[in-house]
């Protein structure tokens, strides 16, 4: 566990630490805003590319090699980064960076999940969760503190000590495992998922610069992915070893399981970017002040995500993840109603609540995808577990900056020049309305799940009892 959330914080850290260093880097490297854009748009396309191939890799080469081979790339990718001289060189190594923490946090969950076994996985998924809702939540802090006061190089030089020490752990800590007979490589498969992923996540993208979800820089390369993807399953179910088995979703627990983490990512992780803007456009904070004021979300998330492997063991992690999404609705609703003068304890204790219900429903979810597979089924399940989420969170991530944007301009457009702080309070308000309108939506495959795994449970208390009368009878003829 240890050497893994050393590796998922270094790899969920970097999809937002660099945010807030943007203009500074435009500045430093000659570059317009447009093209040091790339340096985040990179890096999330690399982990895009590469996240499928990691459950064939893994059974090719063993999970603790691939593991130190993705720790090293990362750092060494961090490295370079500190020392790019360029703006085109600065992407180039982000994309090195990327395929490296592409690899972390699905082959690091492989790793837990088979070494923890059916009795230990709610506890072991609830310890992974934290870097990955965390880490949104300070990465911006963490970038701000380094670029004013050691230089935005830092911002990527600040991993290669914390990747040397996840790379001595993982010698000394990880689990030796011997490659397995992973097949060809299907890479007919891998480049249909690869490009159709990197289509999608590319047009999930623009929406920010676009300004629209039905613009031809969105529409374009989001419609090529989509179809792509299209083509990879339908052959996926055709041939006999494809690149990732997407048979696994005959199983109705896993499916909804699946369904469950998509929209759960599209909803929370969706409405982590709304906060920040907050602070910074209507209360005027800047980066530093402005990760200090999210901490009572992260407080509330790293408090649940303790609860949430008590109350997975105890009540199932359907009902556990549809107690923390209905949590989270509820405590939507002080954000529907914010202003531009909003006491900031009343914004902390709303964050503090948003935050448990956060940490309560999104690794349940993935919880009860993995407990319902073969120890065999793991390296073919991970990759689309991580896919499904990030993809849910940049779907969310798309509507809902477009959504703001559009009533941002509204404001604007209503006061005839610089808007009031309420009036931008508004637009911020009138938002939250859709992340809660996605938060409800995102309760009806939770709620399947948890009626699946309920009905699953009862199959298997039955089954159970069977064979204990079976012992039984076994027992009573042997005495005769």
């Known amino acids: 566990m240890i050497v893994v959330i050393l590796g998922a914080i270094m790899s969920v850290l970097d999809t937002t630490i660099v945010n807030v260093a943007l203009d500074d880097l435009s500045k430093d490297l000659n570059s317009s805003l447009d093209s040091i854009q790339w340096v985040v748009t990179g890096y999330m396309l690399a982990l895009a590319a590469v996240i499928p191939v990691t459950g064939w890799a893994a059974r090719r080469f063993g999970s603790r090699r691939l593991y130190l081979i993705a720790l ?4 060494i990718g961090s490295a370079l980064c500190g020392l790019a001289w360029s703006a085109g060189s600065l992407v180039a190594f982000r994309v090195l960076q990327g395929i490296g923490g592409g690899m972390l946090m699905p082959i690091g969950q492989m790793v837990l999940v088979k070494a923890a076994g059916p009795r230990n996985l709610p506890r072991v998924m609830a310890a992974i969760g934290v870097p990955i809702i965390l880490a949104p939540v300070f990465g911006p802090t963490i970038g701000g503190l ?4 050691a230089g ?20 000394k800590l990880l689990p030796h495992d011997s490659p397995e007979e992973a097949g060809q490589l299907d890479a007919i498969g891998l480049a249909l998922v690869a490009t159709g992923l990197v289509g999608v996540t590319y047009g ?5 610069s676009a300004g629209s979800l039905t613009d031809a820089s969105v529409v374009v390369p989001l419609l090529a992915g989509l179809a792509l993807i299209t083509a990879f399953v339908l052959r996926a179910l055709r041939i006999p070893a494809p690149l990732l088995d997407v ?11 699946s369904l469950t983490t998509f929209c759960l990512g599209a909803a929370l992780f969706g409405a982590m970017i709304l906060m920040p803007l907050y602070f910074q456009t209507v209360r005027g904070e800047d980066a530093v002040a402005t990760g200090l004021l999210l901490m009572p979300q992260g407080i509330g998330a790293a408090v649940a995500m303790r609860l949430s492997a008590t109350f997975t063991e105890r009540f199932g992690a359907g009902v556990t993840a549809l107690i923390g999404g209905t949590i989270t609705i509820f405590a939507t609703i002080p954000f529907v109603l914010i202003g531009g003068g909003t006491s900031y304890w009343l914004i902390g204790a709303a964050m503090v609540v948003r935050g448990l219900g956060i940490g309560l429903s999104m690794m349940p979810a993935m919880t009860a995808a993995f407990a319902v597979l073969r120890p065999d089924q793991v390296n073919h399940a991970t990759p689309q577990l991580n896919v499904l989420q990030r993809v849910g969170g940049s779907v969310g991530t798309a509507i809902l900056s477009v959504v703001l944007s559009n009533h941002l301009t509204s404001a604007a457009t209503g006061a005839g020049g610089a808007p009031s702080a309420d009036a931008l309070a508004g637009a911020f308000g009138t938002t939250y309305w859709w992340v ?4 409800v939506l995102a309760l009806a495959p939770t709620a399947l799940l948890a009626i699946v795994e309920r009905r699953a449970r009862k199959e298997g208390r039955v089954a159970a009892a069977d064979e204990d009368v079976l012992a039984d009878a076994a027992l009573v003829e042997a005495a005769a």
């Open 72 to 75: 090293v790339a990362f750092t």
């Open 436 to 439: 809660m309108g996605v938060t």
């Open 146 to 149: 380094l670029l004013e006061h």
């Open 152 to 171: 935005w190089q830092w911002i990527f030089l600040v991993n290669v000590p914390v990747g040397i020490l996840a790379v001595t752990a993982a010698l």
């Open 204 to 208: 999930l993208a623009e929406t920010g």
């Open 247 to 257: 048979r696994l979703y005959k199983n109705k627990a896993f499916a909804a399981a």
